[in-house]
């Protein structure tokens, strides 16, 4: 009885703890170096007989049927492997697991058919309850934060999180519930519970935001659909007794319910740099037909679409557009209205300091874009090659965009007219730094042009960080 | 420690003696048919009448959020240029800087009376309206629950009713109020006009000849409290027994506020 370690096929990387799907791991299947072996394997016809998963305690066995029954279809050994290869990708994805090993074995016992094979995933479960406690100190401000997960709360990849921040200035909570639909994971639905301070200095605006919100996320084609609902309590105030009158105005309490669609594509093959693909996503937010006191409605829309040069540069062609259209006769509410400039969207313009403003304090605009054209390069003479220096570039960009106000009696073409006055611009080049998969930090030298009286500039060199930009 | 409070808040104002009084001054109160309270009311209408007397002119504006756009969270507030003052002692210091003052005649003995009937005013007849509006549970139902959660939807209009109603009753155990019966609080009532009455006597204002900011306030609360209907005349019932605070009433309102409509 041979028996056939998982192991023993390099290409296959069936061991190790990368928790963090990595896109590329799926996509690129390491055909080529598999010819040799394929050639001694690929006549010996093969039938999965069992599947075992060892280790399991609290997770229920159905979930796990779905992400591992593709197993049974696999023809021969190469097919069996990766098979295997990928239902081990799927339950580390689910994120109850802290390792999972595949070990295949030539079939045992009395029905052991002669080319019969039994394929194992010994699995360790995550622990029940997982915490994690944090200090952070800022300006004037301590917090402490205290964290608490139940990965695997059901037995069914249901999540359970809790976030408390006790800080010298405020506290914050967030709650949220995870469920997956067995067997795709992409279809699942999150409740949450949430308390955020947050203190605009650009409007100098506080803003505490108490709400509860349910949300469906569930694949369409190759698309990425989520339907929310959101009830939040939100109260302003003022951040200073020298806070404009504009913004004191709009002081106080107000109840926003809102039913929001997003729609979005990502082909790229990284959300931070990508080298190629496109990503779009369009999302609007309708407010006030199922309660509270807030109506409006809301449109976003994002694209992007990167392209490989020579050389390994890539260039990278963005635009961001959107609309806020008050409804009910009611003014548009300065918590809703979109902002622009800073160090992620128009680059050489203070955070958020373009548009409409009141005695140095910025109010928001209902209708903006953006659009930014990057190239990016390695770093000359590419230090750090293959290791560290792959996470940094550099880049030259340009940027334009206007944020304003509409006034909604008007025709269209007046619109696209008023958008295209006073466009702010700026040009510049700077270095890049990926930070994991989610953030980047920016250090550019920037050249404003197009600059309106009332807009703040950083002209020169800025620093910024940011999980979304332009 | 109300007085060093609000001279607290004068220092915080930055030189605002150079510019005259402008035109363009507004006062700004909850809407005034279906959501003011009681106290709310006098206390703007204490301003008000101060302002008249000063003879600086002021546009009311009502607004939902009036509260919440205060300064100190409590009601009236001015808005004069670009200074923003709340209440009616840091307002009669705002505009002793801006020259105007209705106390500048007394001498430091009087001045001392005043600052003492004015703290009486307001540790007696404000609190006794806090206190019926939010204490008294067939008024805090009928009557200002509803009004105070008027502007917003539900559920955050009970929530922030209850809210309010809590952090009152708060105060009201903190000062000591917690465990009084209403009628306790009508006899107190009675005592401060009582106090009111015998320093007023016969004399046109409680300063003789010329009105102070101690007119405005006394003014501004017992008017309130005679013209606002609330689950019981009790409180008004208090205030007329004593005939002199009456034809005080009166005397301001023809003076400030009838002959400038008309």
Known sequence: MGTVHAKSLDPL?????????????????????????????????????????????????????????DVFHARNLIEVMKKAHVARQRLLRLGIFKEVEVLIDTSEGSDALPN????????????????????????????????????????????LTFQFSYGTKETSYGLSFFKPQPGSFERNLALNLYKVTGQFSWSSLKETDRGLSAELNFPVGG?????????????????????????????????????????????????????????????????????????????????????????DSVVSASLWAGMLYPLGGKASCIADRFYLGGPTSIRGFGMYNIGPQSEGDYLGGEAYW???????????????????????????????????????????????????????????????????????????????????????ICDGVQFGAGIRFL | FLVNHDLLWVNQIPDVSAEPWPESATLYQPLKEDQVLLSDCASSLAVQTYLRMCGLPVEVMYRANAEYMSPS?????????????????????????????????????????????????????????????????????????PRYSSPYSWPLSSFLAYQKQWEVRRKMNAIGWGGKTLEQVYEDVNQCCQALSQRLG???????????????????????????????????????SHSNLLSFCRRIEQTYFEDKSS
């Open chain 1, 223 to 311: 698309t990425n659909q989520t339907l929310k609902w959101e009830g939040v309590w939100r109260e302003l105030g003022c951040l200073a007794r020298s806070t404009s009158f504009a913004v004191r105005e709009e002081s106080g309490h107000s109840l926003k319910s809102a039913l929001s669609h997003t729609m979005s594509v990502d082909s790229r093959n990284s959300a931070i740099l990508p080298s190629r693909g496109a990503f779009f996503r369009l999302s609007q937010e309708l407010a006030g037909y199922t309660g509270g006191d807030v109506r409006f409605l809301k449109e976003d829309v994002e694209l992007q679409v990167n392209r490989r040069l020579f050389w």
């Open chain 1, 13 to 69: 990387p069936m061991h190790g703890r990368d928790l963090g799907v990595n896109p590329d791991d799926l996509v690129e299947t390491p055909e080529v170096e598999q010819e040799a072996k394929q050639e001694i394997l690929e006549n010996k016809d093969v039938v999965v007989q069992h599947v075992n998963i060892q280790g399991l305690g609290r997770t229920k066995e159905d979930l796990l049927g779905y992400e591992i029954s």
């Open chain 2, 202 to 240: 016969t004399q046109p204002f409680f300063f003789n000849k010329q009105p102070t900011e101690l007119d405005a306030l006394v003014f501004g609360h017992l008017f309130t409290i005679l013209t606002t209907r609330l689950t019981s005349t009790e409180l008004a019932e208090r205030i007329k």
């Open chain 2, 73 to 145: 969270g409590k009601i009236p507030f001015i808005h004069v240029g670009n200074q923003v003052v709340s209440e009616l002692g840091p307002i009669v210091q705002f505009t002793k800087a801006k020259g105007h003052s209705l106390s500048d005649g007394l001498d430091d003995v009087q001045r001392a009376e005043m600052k003492a009937y004015m703290e009486l005013v307001n540790n007696m007849l404000l609190t006794a309206e806090l206190y019926i509006q939010w204490c008294d549970d067939a008024t805090a139902t009928g009557i200002t629950r």
């Open chain 1, 116 to 159: 019969g094979l039994d394929v194992t995933f010994e699995v360790t479960e995550i622990k029940r309850l997982t915490g994690s406690y944090n200090t952070m100190v800022g300006n004037n401000e301590g917090n402490m934060v205290l964290g608490l997960k139940l990965p695997n709360m059901l037995g069914r990849a249901e999540k």
């Open chain 1, 370 to 456: 953006a659009g930014g054209l990057h190239l990016y390069t390695p770093l000359p003479f590419r230090p750090g090659k293959g290791g560290f220096g792959d996470l940094f570039r550099t880049h030259f960009f340009l940027n334009a965009g206007n944020l304003c106000n509409l006034n909604y009696g008007d025709c269209p073409r007046t619109h696209l007219q008023r958008l295209a006055e006073c466009i702010r611009w700026s040009y510049g080049a700077g270095i890049v730094l990926r930070l994991g998969n989610i953030a980047r930090l920016e250090l550019n030298y920037c050249v404003p042009m197009g600059v309106q009286s009332g807009d703040r």
